[in-house]
């Protein structure tokens, strides 16, 4: 059951990475991917920490909040 829910988990993970329109933006390249998830994740270990987490939080929450309401219309 581990092995089911882990794999589901990696799927739910690269669909956003297509939701967000990256694997379009880079012509699928995964170096330039890989790099784009680097910078993001050396930015989470600095000083800005918080403030990126919050910005990128509220992003993400209206742009899921725009896609509802297009789909309720």
Same mark, same amino acid.
């Given at each position: 059951? @581990? +092995? +089911?829910?882990? /794999?589901?988990? &990696?799927? $739910? ?5 297509? @939701? ?5 933006? /880079? *012509? *699928? *390249?995964?170096?330039? &991917?890989?790099? #784009? ?5 050396? !930015?989470?270990?600095? *000083?800005?920490?918080?403030?990126? &987490? #919050?910005?990128?939080?509220? !992003?993400? !929450?209206r742009?899921? $909040?725009? $896609?509802? $309401? #297009? +789909?309720?219309n």
């Open positions: 059951m @581990k +092995r +089911r829910e882990r /794999t589901r988990h &990696l799927i $739910e993970l690269g669909g956003l990475v297509v @939701k967000a329109g990256l694997v379009d933006l /880079t *012509d *699928d *390249d995964r170096a330039a &991917l890989y790099g #784009a998830f680097l910078a993001v994740a050396g !930015k989470l270990q600095g *000083d800005e920490r918080a403030n990126a &987490l #919050a910005l990128w939080q509220r !992003k993400g !929450k742009a899921f $909040e725009a $896609e509802q $309401e #297009a +789909r309720n």
